[in-house]
């Protein structure tokens, strides 16, 4: 994926369509919220997850992206020399590889069984972006490509481009307003978008349900947490929050049964 400056970046379309072959009782999407790894953060979760799917075998899987956290590009702390940033920047991709392979590795052992992958970029993938734009000399010294999400078989969308499979809509966030803040609840999404959404960004999970006039029942979820380390930045009581992700069954014009799959119950499941 190529970096390009603000001024070069492609309009976003409203929404992208992905039209797959289902079956007739509906898709299984497995939906992976935000992982935000890095290094010395545990990894297990990501092998015990790939082998919870290698026996359900979804059609479909979704990375809402923030997949790696990519600390050495946060604006949040003070920059060292151009040196030291540069081999926390590989320390960074190298752990973000790791861990996908992890995930990866598990699906890929099982015969005949070939997915459809589809990950959506968070905000945290964007800072690499943003790196470059705010210092074009780094322009083909780094980018999105580094990440290698194409070569682990992702199809990869932009940071905030919506995708919609199966009459529900996927993106890290779902930005709102002039400023394009994040729509930070279930019940807003509905109210907002109208259609069935699924966004990570936010810790925890949040569900509201809904119709649509010809009875069609609508289902937003907004869940940002399939990690195992807590986050400096919370306090104890935040960071106690529910981690873990979905599977949707019957998933059919926006409609589906949600199921949660919790890293506590990966571990008792695979963690021997």
């Known amino acids: ?49 790939g082998q919870y799917l290698a026996l359900k075998k979804p059609d479909v899987i979704v990375q809402l992206g923030d997949f790696t956290d ?17 081999a926390r920047y ?84 779902f930005p709102s307003g002039v400023m394009g803040r994040p729509i930070t609840s279930a019940k807003a999404l509905l109210a907002k978008l109208h259609m069935s959404a699924i966004a990570g960004h936010q810790q925890g999970r949040d569900i509201a349900f809904s119709r649509r006039a010809d009875g069609q029942d609508l289902t937003a979820i907004v869940s940002g947490s399939f990690y195992a380390h807590a986050e400096s930045y919370l306090s104890p009581f935040t960071n106690n929050h529910w981690r ?3 599977m949707l069954h019957e998933t059919h014009d926006g409609s589906f049964n949600e199921m949660m799959v919790s890293i506590n119950y990966l571990k008792r499941r695979f963690g021997k």
């Open 90 to 173: 590989q320390e960074d991709i190298s752990s973000s590889k790791f861990a996908m392979g992890r995930f990866i590795n598990e699906i890929l052992k099982v015969p005949g069984w070939h997915p459809k992958l589809y990950l959506t970029l968070g905000n945290h993938e964007h800072r690499i972006i943003r790196t470059v734009e705010s210092d074009p000399k780094l322009e083909g010294v780094i980018g999105l490509s580094d990440l290698g999400y194409e070569d682990f078989g992702w199809k990869v969308y932009p940071f905030l481009q919506p995708i919609v499979i199966g009459g529900v809509a996927f993106c890290h966030y």
């Open 244 to 246: 873990g992700f979905f």
């Open 70 to 86: 990519l600390p050495s590009l946060s604006t949040h702390d003070a920059k060292g020399s151009l040196q030291l940033e540069g």
């Open 1 to 49: 994926m190529t970096i390009k400056r603000s001024s070069d970046t492609p309009f976003l379309k409203p929404i992208t369509k992905i039209r797959i072959a289902s079956p007739p009782h509906g898709l299984r999407i497995a939906v992976i919220p935000d992982v935000q790894n890095h290094p010395g953060t545990p990894t297990e979760h990501l092998r015990w997850c």
